[in-house]
Structures are given as structure tokens and as C-alpha cells.
């Protein structure tokens, strides 16, 4: 059965697509609900001269999920957590550990626009957000031990405050 959505669904599609479902989703559910309407021939051509009446709209539209995502091009997440003596995580981070961290740092995502496998071990992975059915952000996610210990950078000292100890001490034997 073939679908026009009135409003994005998760999983499914976007608002204005035409989509093919099973006839007991579209009738039982969609249809009802009023997420979307039967893909008839004409409900298509009024949906086309819809399309063509709010180009510039849409354009807006997606011009700001664009911005969304480049607000996020230089985010990377570290997220802490329990972890076994194996590395495998007690639970599992998801989306919604990753929408909260953003959130954290400013920026209010939806979990429900993240695309990601559940993490349960340690590591680097990356999530997806979809901001828009053509724009899209990958975030890069660093998984580490809530008990792990820091490795320390090593000190490098410097060379200058040393010269002048070595003109110091010349002096000094002089």
C-alpha cells in the first residue's frame, strides 16, 4: 500500500514521501493517526504542486539543519563508563548517552535523530545524526573505563631555563 507521509517517522520516511507499507500499518495506523494519507493519483498531484509551492521553505529548512550539522563538525564525545576487567561495558552506551553529552556541551539533539549501534565494549566508534533526509553529522565517540588511570604526558623540559643555570654556574667558577 502506498503511503504519503504527513510527518517524518522514525524508521519509515520523511514528511511528503511515499512510502510502501503493509495495508494493516496503513490502515490501522498511519491513516488514522494522521501521519499519512492514501498515495492516490490525485492526492500525488496535489502533493506535487505542494512540493513546488514551498521550494524556497523547504530550501530554509534544510539551509538550518545544514547549520545544525556544521555546528558540529568539530565535536568529538568521551564517554566514561563501568567496565568488567575484560572491557566489556556493564550495560551499554546509546543514544540517548550520547544526546545527553551533547547536551552538556551545548548542544540539545534529539535521541531520537541518532543513529547507532548499542556500545558495549571500549573503544572509537562513530554515531550518525540525521538532521535532515539530506544532511547528516557523524560524531566520533571515544568509549573509555570509568576507573581507567591516566597516562600522564611526559615532561619535556625546557632547554633555556637550563643554559642559563650552565651560564650561572660559569660565573660563579670564574
Known sequence: MEIILKEDIIGLGFKNDIVNVKSGYGRNYLIPQGKGVIASESAKKVLAENLRQQAHKLAAI???????????????????????????????????????????????????????????????????????????????VTVVAENAPVVAAPVVEEEAPAAAVEEQTEETAE
Open 62 to 140: 534544510k539551509d538550518a539543519a545544514q547549520q545544525k550539522a556544521d555546528a558540529l563538525a568539530g565535536v568529538a564525545l568521551t564517554i566514561s563508563a563501568k567496565v568488567s576487567a575484560t572491557g566489556v561495558t556493564y550495560g551499554s552506551v546509546t543514544a540517548a548517552h550520547v544526546a545527553e553529552e551533547l547536551k552538556k556541551l551545548g548542544h540539545d539533539i534529539d535521541r531520537k535523530i541518532i543513529i547507532m549501534r548499542d556500545i558495549k565494549k571500549v573503544g572509537d566508534y562513530v554515531a550518525t545524526i540525521q538532521f535532515h533526509k539530506e544532511v547528516t553529522a557523524e560524531i566520533p
